[in-house]
């Protein structure tokens, strides 16, 4: 996901503003500890099971094959074609090109999907199939951990590894919590429920330094995610925090074409990053599910090559469309006062409470860079960044530039 027009401030991992029209709000969220004993899982699975793809061979013994499953991370001494991998989160941005990546290398992947997934909900049943060949798709709710678990059980094969890439599509408070935290750990548990020993969590590089509830709800979950392979040696995560997205970095490409000047935060040195492109994203993720190296780590990660600040990223866009760089530098400052206004009126009005949350998700976005923070020196760090892949942001804008943003709409995720 990402944020545009006339520029974007949002790398396109974080969450953005989105109509609330129709939404469903909880009114009183209270975040406990898992309310669960993560233990290896017991349950009776007496009754039939459907298969969705042929490739699922028929379990006659799910207990005893969960149980095995469950003793030890055995896994990883199968074949792929032997995995059965459970992606949550599997139609967004990156989750798609996940699934393909994991479906390439070999593996069994149930994709879990709402009955309307994309923008707006306006991809239906079908589309989703399509969108997802090769997977077995489960059509799902991971916002109720009773639904998960009942639409995981009809399956009838056991989980061998959960791979999630949910986020916020919206970056509220609420919703933030709802996402990034409690479904995040429905998946979590319902997975482990039917025998999962190893997690992958998509997160963000961004939680480092944590002033937006998104970023804390992924941190609390992060830390319960540690918390569980500590005292439970036969389970194991890897929580990947990727830099920012090359869709996040495309909104003014045809502006900058049309003659119009590259707009930036403050001197254009403010926020730096990586950036990497979906499909090494997707990956690096992928290499998470087998790699013993990856196993109990966070693991930041950004694309090849040297950081970019949004200036340079300009310069790289003019000199590829053959034009004079001209840049509109636009007072930080700008941001501090919308911020401060949408601060008091919430106060005032807390139904603005999200819309004092999307300011400073702004705000966040055109001032920090998406790079390691050195605990040290307080200062991000290009050199401490690790790079991976070989897509780079000049190929994508020339890519764009020929081809147009397709496959990378921004959707209702705009904040000016």
């Known amino acids: 996901m990402s944020l545009c027009s006339p520029f974007n401030v949002f790398p396109s991992h974080a969450p953005k503003p989105q109509s609330f029209r129709g939404s469903k709000f909880i009114k009183h969220f209270r975040v406990n500890s898992f309310p669960f004993t993560l233990t290896s899982p017991t349950h009776d699975f007496s009754g039939n099971f459907s298969f969705r793809r042929e490739r699922f061979e028929p379990i006659s013994a799910l207990d005893a094959a969960i149980s095995e499953a469950a003793s030890s991370a055995s896994f990883r001494n ?103 935290y409690e479904a995040t750990k429905n998946s979590l548990v319902g997975g482990m429920k039917f025998g999962a020993r190893h997690f992958v969590l998509l997160s963000a590089i961004c939680v480092q330094k944590p002033l937006l509830e998104f970023q804390r709800a992924k941190l609390k979950f992060e830390s319960e995610l540690t918390d569980l392979a500590e005292k439970d040696s036969s389970f194991t995560y890897s929580i990947v925090r990727p830099t920012a997205f090359f869709k996040s970095l495309g909104g003014q490409v045809d502006l900058v074409k049309d003659g119009k000047p590259y707009v930036m935060f403050g001197d254009g040195k403010l926020c730096a990053c990586k950036p990497i492109s979906e499909q090494d994203l997707a990956s690096f993720i992928a290499d998470c599910v087998l790699e013993e190296d990856k196993m109990n780590r966070v693991l930041p990660i950004g694309g090849p090559g040297k950081a970019l600040t949004p200036l340079e990223q300009g310069e790289i866009l003019f000199r590829l469309l053959g034009k004079e760089p001209k840049f509109l530098r636009v007072p930080i400052q700008i941001m501090d006062f919308a911020i401060g206004v949408l601060d008091f ?32 020196t307080g200062e991000y760090s290009d050199e401490k960044t690790p790079s991976y892949g070989k897509d780079t942001l000049e190929e994508f804008f020339e890519r764009v530039i020929r081809e147009g943003m397709a496959g990378q709409e921004l959707g209702e995720q705009t904040i000016f």
């Open 78 to 180: 199968k074949n792929p074609n032997d995995i059965n991998v459970l992606v949550v989160g599997s139609t967004g941005y990156i989750g798609r090109f996940v699934v393909n990546e994991l479906i390439k290398r070999g593996f069994n992947v149930i994709a879990v999907a709402r009955e309307r997934s994309g923008i707006r909900g306006r991809s239906d049943k079908q589309e989703t199939l399509n969108q997802l060949q090769g997977a077995n798709v489960c059509f799902s709710d991971v916002t109720q951990l009773d639904v998960l678990e009942k639409s995981v059980e009809n399956l009838g094969f056991p989980i061998d590894v959960v791979v999630s890439c949910l986020a916020s599509r919206s970056g509220g408070v609420k919703d933030s919590w709802k996402i990034d």
């Open 345 to 376: 009126m919430a106060k005032i009005f807390p139904a603005m409470e999200d819309a004092a949350e999307f300011g400073k998700i702004g705000r966040y976005y055109a001032a920090e860079s998406m790079l390691i923070l050195d605990s040290e």
